[in-house]
Nanobody, 120 residues
Framework: VQLQASGGGLVQAGMSLRLSCIAS????????VGWYRQAPGKERELVAD???????NYGDSVKGRFTISRDNAKNTVYLQMNTLKPEDTAVYYC???????????????WGQGTLVTVSS
């Protein structure tokens, strides 16, 4: 099972980016998925997460600017980031709870990260 995060890049403040997190491989179900970020010298923090049924949760610093969504048919979770600020600069990681087989517990998986740089 692999999580592939993509969509990062260099943008100016005020612009938008959309990140994607795709789960691939042999598994039964993709459960909750979260986007986290880690800026240089700072701890990793939760940006947003979404349950299988679509319930969402956002970090205070991104509320109203970022939107997390998912396409269960594609095993993909998106993070739409609008009105980006220089303080959003970080490596963004996705993490997912995945059950490999029906009836088995969910285990956490992490993607490799994608760099978002916002210039002022």
């Amino acid at each position: 099972v692999q999580l592939q995060a993509s969509g990062g890049g260099l943008v100016q403040a005020g612009m938008s980016l959309r990140l994607s997190c795709i789960a691939s491989g042999n598994f039964f179900i993709l459960g909750s998925v979260g986007w986290y970020r880690q800026a240089p010298g700072k701890e990793r923090e939760l940006v947003a997460d979404i349950s299988f049924t679509g319930n969402t949760n956002y970090g205070d610093s991104v509320k109203g600017r970022f939107t997390i969504s998912r396409d269960n048919a594609k095993n993909t979770v998106y993070l739409q980031m609008n009105t980006l600020k220089p303080e959003d600069t970080a490596v963004y990681y996705c993490s997912a709870e995945i059950a490999l087989r029906r009836g088995e517990p969910y285990d956490p998986y992490w993607g490799q990260g994608t760099l978002v740089t916002v210039s002022s």
